[in-house]
């Protein structure tokens, strides 16, 4: 049975430099990724890279050959995060869902702000040096770490783009084989 792993995007201004090479890596690894977003349509990158989720957050639960849980969930970011990811109220049900199971719960760059609204990070966090960031991680009293990915029990979280390659090294090393 393969490894099945759930990948949330921002609905647009998603970022490539996160969501394609961690795809691309879960499933050269031979996990199954499904890839979600808000809408489930066809979203345009920062880099004006068109792309088409699987299918919509709504129906995380909904899909063929996935029980109740995934091994993992990764929200990846992008300037679009904020506006979609940050505000759904799914999300952090999911990522709670899971953390309270045992599995892998993953954010990297402003996907890693679910993360802080689910109340599932613990200490501090990996993330972008911005002010909005920053702001959330206040909230919720957490302390932004200076490391590129930090990984606490079974969450992680990475600055972004420029930490995927630590990022993908701790995360297929914790995934069930």
Same mark, same amino acid.
């Given at each position: 049975m393969?490894?099945?792993?759930?990948? @949330?995007m921002?609905?647009?201004? $998603?970022?490539?430099d996160?969501? $394609?090479?961690?795809r691309?890596?879960?499933?050269?690894?031979?996990?199954? @990724?499904?890839?979600?977003?808000?809408?489930?349509?066809?979203?345009? &990158?920062?880099?004006?890279t068109?792309?088409?989720?699987?299918?919509?957050?709504?129906?995380?639960?909904?899909?063929?050959?996935? #029980?109740?849980?995934?091994?993992? @969930?990764? @929200?990846t970011? #992008?300037k #679009?995060?904020?506006? +979609?990811?940050?505000?759904?109220?799914i999300?952090?049900?999911i990522?709670?869902?899971?953390?309270?199971?045992?599995?892998?719960?993953?954010?990297? &760059?402003?996907?890693?702000?679910?993360?802080?609204?689910? +109340?599932?990070?613990?200490?501090?966090?990996? #993330?972008?040096?911005?002010?909005?960031?920053?702001?959330?991680?206040?909230?919720?009293v957490?302390?932004?770490?200076?490391?590129?990915?930090?990984?606490?029990?079974?969450?992680? +979280?990475?600055?972004?783009?420029?930490?995927v390659?630590?990022?993908?090294k701790?995360?297929?090393?914790t995934?069930?084989?």
């Amino acid at each position: 049975m393969p490894t099945n792993v759930l990948l @949330v995007m921002p609905r647009n201004q $998603f970022s490539e430099d996160e969501l $394609f090479p961690v795809r691309d890596a879960l499933q050269t690894a031979g996990c199954r @990724v499904l890839v979600l977003s808000l809408t489930g349509k066809e979203a345009t &990158g920062m880099s004006k890279t068109k792309f088409t989720p699987d299918g919509m957050i709504a129906d995380w639960n909904k899909q063929e050959g996935i #029980g109740l849980k995934y091994d993992a @969930v990764v @929200v990846t970011g #992008g300037k #679009g995060a904020p506006k +979609s990811l940050w505000t759904d109220n799914i999300i952090p049900q999911i990522l709670t869902d899971h953390v309270r199971a045992g599995k892998i719960v993953a954010g990297i &760059g402003l996907g890693v702000g679910p993360l802080a609204q689910a +109340s599932i990070l613990i200490g501090e966090a990996s #993330g972008p040096d911005v002010p909005e960031f920053i702001q959330l991680l206040d909230d919720t009293v957490i302390a932004r770490s200076d490391e590129p990915v930090t990984h606490t029990e079974n969450i992680l +979280s990475a600055q972004g783009a420029e930490a995927v390659e630590d990022f993908l090294k701790i995360l297929l090393s914790t995934l069930p084989r």
